[in-house]
């Protein structure tokens, strides 16, 4: 096979000049373009706009922070303030009530409020949905309340304070805390196996306070009254004197977080000032023996109710006020709103033959008879348009006027107030008279709520049977204290003075003020006084007279009986009577009144004498033994009754 010859390399030559041969011109180029430059743009404009957009965010800014801090600054402290602190009333404590010895009739015992911060059972805070529901159902049962109830009070998320119950006991509290303490315990060790660590009670907290208590029960209930929801006097002397008592309630501020006081951040208080203690003329026991007795008796004679007033006759002091049915402040809920009253002031009855006294008062001291002044007394008397009678059928009667008291004729207290004045609107006119000086148609002086003043009317608008009914106690109305002072006016030499329930009051300091002394005021002489002191001993004393179950061993007595017809309050006319007796003793040195009226007993007789009459006896003579007031020893004056009239 031939071989291959390996391809020449080409060498170049020498250069070549180029021939000069004629120049031919080349065809014109395009003109290339010129190569741009890239230059950066100025950056101030840029900048400028930059900054102002950040001028204008920052103007903003500072017209925010003015106007939060210059212009709102204290409205949004104030909100903050509010949201950060929280504000309680320390409520003051209530004075005391005691008896005339200092026994504590009505006292203030510690308590709690129990409060709720609502924010904290909304869900975000309390990790369960229906935390208000779950509290309520846990607290209704201690607190006494409604689950309902409890729960709109705890759904108030804009709240942060509701009051769930006021004034629980220690032992109340005890039990929510120690419920708090299980949940807490449930909800750390919820959080510590990962979950919500839910604790519906966490928001339930308690406040100090105070709860009025009395240690007697119903003791006294009538002069009493009671407190209120609010810790205020909702009757009787609580009501009466509630600013004296309550004394004035202060203010703590604190910061709070989460429901709990933080105690780095102080706080601001006011202390509250506790309230003056009140000391009553009343004696306990004796109020106990009057409220015994009376209570007993409208039982036995299943009588709408009863009351018995004790008055010390030379300082006009009540020692007691007792009334039947009564009530125990200390459970409201159980009493009878128609016996939370007093009734011995807050009714209005006509009074019967008790107030014949004031007639006779009258017709002694204007001297148109004397104890001794013959009265012949019919069977019936024709008057204007009646025809009266006495309580029983009886021939003609030849009595005194100490025996026309003794045996309480309506007859002849007619016929001896008639003798008043030349003409019987001039006799009615000094009978109204001498009744005003009494007291009767107005308050009695002791300023009590509710009292009544009772009713008498002018005496130019006294109908025709009225002038004639009013001197026997038919036609005028009047209250059971009225009643019992007609009798201590009498027992204290005929100068009336004004009643008193209050001795004084015992302020925080310990300084005792006693109370304004009463006015006083002469209604008779001292000799009229007298006279109807003996003429009233013959109502107990004397064979004849009404009043012989009011007798006690060793005592002068001097009492008077009553029987009147009844008004129903409901019916608005006569129904039922109104049985009494009134008096005082040692009827020649007294000393203590006591008076006695039983409302349409319905069981057994219905007579003064003979259902008040030994309430009077037992509550007299209990009061004696009391204050330890011995008999005089002197024998009793025996004034005639009757006459002979062929003598």
Known sequence: MPRKEPPRRRV??????????????????????AARTLRLGSPRPRLRLVSLGLTLVMLVFVVRLLQVQAVDGSAYAAKAEKNRYLSHTLAAERGEITDRAGIALAISVDAHDITADPKMFTPKESKAEDAPEQAAALLAPILGKDVAELTKKLKAPKSRYAVLARRQTPQVWNQIKDLKGIYAEEAAADRRTGGPGANVLAGIFQEPSSKRVYPNGDLA????????????????????????LAGEDGQITYAQSGGRRVPTAGSREVPAVP?????????????????????????????????????NTRTGEVLAMANAPGFDPNDLGQANSAAMGNAALQDVYEPGSTAKVMSMAAVLEEKAATPGTHVVVPNRLHRGDRLFKDDIDHPTWYLTLNGVLAKSSNLGTILATGQL??????????????????????????????????????????STSQQYTIP?????????MQAASVYSTIANGGVRIEPTLIRGTRGPDGQFVAAPAPEKNRVVSEQTARTLATMLESV???REGTGTKARIPGYRVAGKTGTANRVDPELGRYRGYTASFAGFAPADKPEITVYCAIQNPTKGSYFG?????????????????????????????????TFDPGE
């Open 275 to 311: 309230g003056s203690d009140v000391e009553l003329t009343i004696d306990r026991d004796i109020q106990w023996a009057a409220q015994k007795a009376i209570s007993e008796q409208v039982s036995k004679s299943k009588a709408d109710r009863g009351y018995v007033i004790v008055q």
């Open 472 to 480: 026997f106690g038919q036609g005028l109305s009047l209250n059971a």
């Open 421 to 462: 004045g030349k003409t019987q609107a001039e006799a009615n006119q000094v009978l109204h008279s001498y009744l005003r000086k009494f007291g009767i148609g107005r308050p009695t002086g002791l300023e009590y709520p509710g009292e009544t003043p009772g009713i008498l009317a002018k005496p130019q608008k006294w």
């Open 609 to 641: 004498g003979q259902i008040c009459g030994p309430v009077y006896q037992k509550v007299m003579e209990f009061s004696l033994k009391s204050l330890q007031i011995a008999p005089t020893g002197k024998a009793p004056a025996r004034l005639p009754v």
């Open 540 to 542: 107990v004393d004397d």
């Open 12 to 33: 170049p030559g020498p250069a070549r000049r180029p021939s000069r041969q004629p120049s031919v011109r080349p065809a014109p180029r395009r003109p290339r373009p």
């Open 221 to 244: 209930a009538g002069i009493l009254g009671y407190v209120n929801a609010e810790n205020r006097g909702g009757g009787g002397v609580e009501s009466m004197l509630d600013k004296t």
